[in-house]
C-alpha cells in the first residue's frame, strides 16, 4: 500500500500561469477527491469521482479549475489563469467502493504559491 | 455555510493531561463521524471515526463522545504526550450520499508542553 501519491508537492507560479497537479490514489479505491485547504483552515470539498465519472463539484470550483480523471485512475487538477486567491494546498483523497470502507485517505497535498 | 463547528482553536496541555475537542454540526444526515489528525506540511490522516448508532468510541488513548440529541461530538486524548501535539479536524459526512464527501471543522492546534 503506497498510499495516495501526489505531485508535485510544492509549486510557486506567476499569477496568469496554468499549473497542474497529479493525483495517484490508491490503487483499487474507485473514489476519488479532490479538496482545498488554506492556512487556519480546514479542508474544502473541491470535486469527486466515481471511477472516470465526475459526479459532483463544489461550487467553489470556478470555471478556470479543470479536474479529470480519463481511466479512472490517476487524476490532475489543473488551474488556469492563476491567481493569488489561489494559493492553497491542494488535498487528493481517496476511498473504496461503497461498503467496501468508509474511510477517506489523503495525500500529503500540493502547495501552491501564486505571486 | 458552516455545517460543523469546532473549538477550541487552539488548545495547551500538559504532559500526561487530558486534551478534550468539540465539535458541533448542523446537519441531521450526516452519519459518520471522523476525527482527522494533521502535521505541518502533511495530509490529514485518519484518526478515529464512530457511527451515531454509539455514544463513545475508544481506541488506545483516543476516545470519540458522541450525543445525537445535542448533534455534538468530541475528542479525549488521554495521557497527552509531545507527539500528539498537531492540528486536528473534526468531519462529518453521509455514508450513503453521492459523493459521501466529508466537511471539517476549522481545526484545533494542539501543544502538548513537556
Known amino acids: 500500500d503506497t498510499g495516495v501519491s501526489q505531485n508535485p508537492r510544492h509549486k510557486i507560479t506567476k499569477r496568469g500561469q496554468n499549473v497542474t497537479f497529479r493525483c495517484d490514489p490508491i490503487?483499487?479505491?474507485?473514489?476519488l477527491y479532490w479538496y482545498r485547504q488554506t492556512l487556519g483552515q480546514g479542508p474544502e470539498f473541491l470535486t469527486y469521482?466515481?471511477?472516470?465519472?465526475?459526479?459532483?463539484k463544489s461550487r467553489l470550483l470556478s470555471d478556470r479549475f479543470s479536474a479529470e480523471r480519463p481511466k479512472g485512475s490517476f487524476s490532475t487538477l489543473e488551474i488556469q489563469r492563476t491567481e493569488q486567491g489561489d494559493s492553497a494546498m491542494y488535498l487528493c483523497a481517496s476511498r473504496p467502493a461503497y461498503r467496501s470502507g468508509n474511510t477517506i485517505y489523503f495525500g500529503e497535498g500540493s502547495w501552491l504559491t501564486v505571486v | 455555510q458552516q455545517q460543523v463547528k469546532q473549538s477550541p482553536q487552539s488548545l495547551i496541555v500538559q504532559k500526561g493531561g487530558i486534551s478534550i475537542i468539540n465539535c458541533a454540526y448542523e446537519n441531521t444526515a450526516f452519519d459518520y463521524f471522523p476525527w482527522y489528525q494533521q502535521f505541518p506540511g502533511k495530509g490529514p490522516a485518519l484518526l478515529i471515526a464512530?457511527?451515531?448508532?454509539?455514544s463513545e468510541k475508544k481506541e488506545g488513548r483516543f476516545t470519540i463522545s458522541f450525543n445525537k440529541s445535542a448533534k455534538q461530538f468530541s475528542l479525549h486524548i488521554m495521557d497527552s504526550q509531545p507527539g500528539d501535539s498537531a492540528t486536528y479536524f473534526c468531519?462529518?459526512?453521509?455514508?450513503?450520499?453521492?459523493?459521501?464527501?466529508?466537511?471539517f471543522g476549522t481545526g484545533t492546534r494542539l501543544q502538548v508542553t513537556l
Open positions: 464512530i457511527r451515531p448508532d454509539v
Open positions: 490503487s483499487e479505491h474507485n473514489r
Open positions: 468531519a462529518a459526512s453521509m455514508i450513503a450520499g453521492t459523493a459521501s464527501k466529508l466537511t
Open positions: 469521482f466515481q471511477n472516470e465519472a465526475q459526479l459532483e
